[in-house]
């Protein structure tokens, strides 16, 4: 499975940004898909995830409420969308994708490139 995010950047405090990841490839075990972040100086930490047909979703104590997961209806993009951003949300953010990976704890044997997301203050 491939996956390419796009839709990083620098926001001010309190906006909202979307983050998209596509996924290609071997896609027809319908892989569970997570969005993970790795802040400045800091360990990659789990954000959220969502399942293929695009329910059963989770989400990490520190975004819930704030961001949300979707899925496309007819195309293999899932959506992070962000809202009401804090400059502690700076992070590189990556998705990730793997069959089985919420009943596996989370884990994830596919990943992207990441993209960056600065929240100024």
């Known amino acids: 499975v491939d996956l390419m995010e796009s839709g990083g950047g620098l926001v001010q405090a309190r906006s909202s940004l979307r983050l998209s990841c596509e996924a290609s490839?071997?896609?027809?075990?319908?892989?569970?898909m997570g969005w993970f972040r790795q802040p400045p100086g800091k360990e990659r930490e789990f954000v959220g995830s969502i399942n293929w047909n695009g329910r059963d979703m989770f989400m990490a104590d520190s975004v819930k409420g704030r961001f949300t997961i979707g899925k496309s209806v007819n195309k293999n993009i899932f959506y992070l969308q962000m809202n009401d951003l804090k400059p502690e949300d700076t992070a590189v953010y990556y998705c990730?994708?793997?069959?089985?990976?919420?009943?596996?704890?989370?884990?994830?044997?596919?990943w992207g490139q990441g993209t960056r997301v600065v929240v100024a203050s």
């Open positions: 990730a994708a793997g069959p089985f990976a919420v009943a596996r704890g989370q884990r994830y044997d596919y």
């Open positions: 490839g071997r896609t027809e075990n319908n892989p569970d």
